[in-house]
């Protein structure tokens, strides 16, 4: 690229509130350099997790990093009404009295919502979501933009999860991965050639649904043991719940195996087997380069994950395998919501094209000198 090229390139970005400029702290002999980085103190993001237990609201410049200062949670509301109130008030109490403005990050340029379930892409509606029906037929990105008037996008999370990992963690420089969300309910999502698989109507990746049990529990589908209820986060604190004869979250299931104040070897082991299911199916059917497996039930024991990769060999086309990593996740869904955002703000004003095989490019060559 030439001089001028970049300058023009640079001044755009400057204009668009993507770049700031500050002037080289140590200059030494001469004019004094012009240093460029991402907004952060002239613009910032907003990420909104829905989740549960928990629901979270967070702040970052374009940068993408994350500042504990700035993160709001609250418990999930029974009423989707209760939850938009509240995802309301945890905004405002990050915003100055303007209504337009972080403290310390500067203008906010958009929100970017993480949800669970089935998200049409065509009508921005969570047209079904098994683990929290209260979204069911919902659009909470725009009643929030109505509410708010910021613009809001939504992602499904393990869409937004995927983009995180792409924008800020192991999966930089990567074209084709996928990201297996075993949270609350399991999620896919999968990145090919650079894009999303969404589907038809953005409903694609819905691993979660498939029957591996035939007179399993039942889902929040409607339907009975779907591979959700045997493979993931959730599933885990409801075998440790039942052994102790009380409820527990993950995150305590966790630290009670760590701490060594119970034995869930047999519950750990079970779920590991069927997660092993879900991440060679993922890997048998659409051959990533790299699979990354978000949850905490591998933070229980430092053998989980070599516990489960054992069994994924057993169960993997081998040809297949050798051609993929799987990979401890290292980002979060609030991370996601952020990367989602500043994904939709940066392809809104530079949108990525498909990638052209030689063919096509010589063809594209050939018209441009003939014009």
């Known amino acids: 690229m030439s001089a001028p090229t970049v300058s023009k390139a640079v001044a755009s970005l400057l204009e668009h509130g993507f770049l700031e400029e500050r002037e080289d702290l140590d200059p030494g002999m001469g004019r004094p350099a012009k240093l460029l980085h991402l907004a952060c103190q002239t613009a910032s993001v907003l990420g909104i997790v829905i989740d549960k237990p928990d629901c ?62 089935l998200v049409n892409s065509q009508t921005d509606e969570i047209v079904f979501s098994p683990n929290l029906h209260l979204l069911d037929g919902r659009r909470p990105a725009a009643d929030l933009e109505g509410a708010l008037g910021i613009e809001c996008r939504m992602f499904q999370e393990a869409h937004a999860l995927c983009l995180g990992e792409l924008m800020y963690g192991a999966a930089r420089g990567l074209d084709n991965f996928a990201m297996l969300d075993v949270s609350t309910g399991l ?28 007179h399993g529990i039942p889902c929040g589908c409607g339907n ?27 995150e305590e299931t966790v630290r009670l195996i760590r701490e060594g104040q119970i034995d869930a070897g047999e519950e750990l082991a079970a779920t590991c087997e069927y997660l092993a299911i879900g ?17 905490k039930l591998m933070g229980a024991d430092e053998r989980v994950f070599e ?5 994924v060999q057993r169960r993997t ?5 050798a051609d993929c990593r799987v990979l ?37 060559e050939r018209v441009g000198r003939s014009s």
Not at 89 to 116: C, D, F, H, T, Y
Not at 317 to 321: A, I, K, Q, T, V
Request: net charge positive.
């Open 56 to 117: 979270w609201v967070v702040a970052a410049g374009l940068d993408g990093e994350l500042n504990p200062e700035k993160m709001r949670s609250f418990p999930l509301p029974k009423t989707y009404r209760s939850l938009i109130q509240r995802l309301q008030e945890q905004v405002n109490s990050l915003m100055q009295a303007s209504g337009e403005k972080i403290p310390g990050r500067g203008k906010v340029l958009g929100i970017g919502v993480s949800v669970p379930g």
């Open 187 to 214: 999620g896919l999502g999968v990145m090919s050639g650079g894009q999303l698989l969404t589907g038809h109507s953005g409903l694609a990746g819905e691993l979660g649904h498939i029957t591996v049990e035939r």
């Open 224 to 250: 009975h043991g779907c591979l959700e209820t045997v493979a993931t986060d959730s599933a885990l604190a409801r075998l440790v719940s039942k052994r102790i004869g009380r409820e527990v979250s993950i």
């Open 279 to 295: 991440v060679s199916a993922v890997i048998n059917i659409f051959n990533p380069t790299t699979l990354f497996v978000h949850g």
């Open 307 to 311: 516990d489960m990769m054992r069994n």
């Open 317 to 321: 086309l081998r040809p297949s395998l």
């Open 328 to 364: 401890q996740a290292r980002g979060s869904k609030r991370q996601g919501a952020v990367a989602g955002m500043i994904h939709h703000l940066t392809d809104s004003w530079a949108p990525r094209f498909p990638k052209q095989s030689s063919r096509e490019r010589a063809e594209t």
